[in-house]
């Protein structure tokens, strides 16, 4: 590391030698090491002896050095005193809101104590349907951030939100893990293979005219779409473009609904194969095929993505590519400990797999089906305009 020089101009000489200091501790943290001497310090930035104190003593304040009495100044535990900070944007309180999201979080902080360190959930108010270019919601966490509270931070966050946070981490060494690319290390979902799998079992079931649902990412640009076009391509099958549909939002009021609608709308020509990428359309595409009369699956065969544990009632029978929140909740908690503990990570993304789960006898499922629909003429509905189920 080049030595830096103060800059003789500015008043305060001693925030100058701590801001030094403290990107040396933190571009090596070693625990116990000593210091170099009050004496050796003033001769090395020509300046006062009280100078050198002053700095010091913000970097003690900080955590980041501890002097012994009659012994000298000692680079200190730069984990004793913080905690793992767990951050999701979205209102974990709107039942719109991604079932991923609100458990995942969760479950993050639960693993994170199991393993001994103290954890807290910091949860924001951003709507669900809303990908946010404003500041970030959760003010207790930037108040952490500039505290220097964090020892590492697990982040489900809308990527826009990174600068206001992210560049203060990294000039603290505080290793951030999640599913966005600006991440320290990425924790995410195998996007690749879900499409190619949902794909491959379509085609492996005679169907030949598919249909894409996924939604808009990052100002607009193709995510699922292009995998899906390079797995037909590969099969010698034509993609319909006008059979691939992208909601805005997946959590935005009637997602699903009207992308399927519009789909089946497209000529006379219909799909006879549907891949729904983010099971926030399902429930919205679920509706619509119900009310256009689609037989599931004789006219139309379903694959979905799907969150393990998310209690969503499929009325039909439909092939689901099940994602483990609780898994991924595991792998990104260790994930940081690892880091957190200077064991080597690999710099590549960690990406997770869906498990293909076929339904149950189509036969049982339509029986079942006929129950409830029974069941239902005796449900009323509440003042609310919802079914109690």
């Not at 008043?11 to 571009?27: D, F, P, T, V």
């Not at 079931?205 to 607009?220: F, I, K, N, Q, V």
């Not at 993505?305 to 209690?311: M, R």
């Not at 009325?315 to 792998?331: I, S």
Request: aromatic content about 8%.
């Amino acid at each position: 590391m080049a030595i830096k020089t103060l800059k003789r101009s500015h008043a305060n000489l001693s925030q100058q030698i701590a801001a030094i200091l403290r990107e040396e501790i933190l571009s090596d943290p070693r625990p116990g090491q000593r210091l170099a001497s009050i004496e050796q310090l003033a001769k090395r930035f020509e300046v006062s002896f009280i100078t050198v104190r002053e700095g010091l003593t913000a970097l003690a304040e900080e955590g980041l050095i501890e002097r012994r009495v009659g012994s000298g100044t000692y680079v200190g535990d730069l984990t004793k005193g913080r905690h793992v900070g767990v951050l999701v944007e979205w209102d974990i309180s709107d039942p719109r809101t991604s079932y991923f999201y609100r458990r995942t979080p969760q479950r993050v902080v639960r693993f994170l104590r199991a393993n001994g360190w103290p954890a807290r959930l910091y949860a924001g108010h951003l709507a669900p349907d809303e990908e946010s270019l404003r500041p970030p919601t959760c003010t207790d966490f930037l108040e952490a951030v500039e505290r220097r509270r964090l020892g590492g931070v697990v982040a489900f966050t809308p990527d826009q939100t990174f600068p206001q946070w992210y560049g203060v981490l990294e000039k603290q060494r505080v290793p951030v893990v999640g599913p966005d690319e600006k991440c320290t290390r990425r924790v995410t979902w195998d996007s690749t293979a879900l499409v190619r799998t949902g794909v491959d079992y379509l085609l492996s079931h005679g169907r030949r005219r598919l249909a894409l649902m996924e939604y808009h990412w990052r100002e607009g640009r193709p995510r699922f779409v292009e995998h899906f076009q390079a797995a037909l391509t590969g099969a010698g099958v034509a993609a319909n473009e006008r059979w691939i549909r992208r909601a805005p939002t997946p959590c935005a009021p009637q997602a699903g609904w009207e992308e399927f609608r519009a789909i089946w709308a497209e000529g006379r020509e219909k799909p006879d194969g549907l891949l729904i990428c983010n099971d926030n359309l399902f429930p919205g595409a679920v509706m619509a095929i119900l009310q256009l009369g689609i037989r599931v699956p004789e006219d139309l065969l379903v694959v979905t993505h799907f969150n393990h544990g998310s209690g969503m009632v499929c009325p039909f029978p439909v092939v689901k590519l099940e994602f483990d929140p609780d898994g991924y909740a595991r792998t990104a908690g260790a994930t940081l400990l690892k880091l957190m503990r200077h064991e080597p990570v690999p710099e590549a993304p960690v990406l997770l797999p869906h498990e293909l789960v076929e339904p149950e006898d189509s036969s049982r499922s339509l029986r079942r089906l006929d129950r409830a629909a029974e069941s239902a003429n005796e449900i009323r509905m509440t003042d609310m305009g919802v079914v109690e189920v």
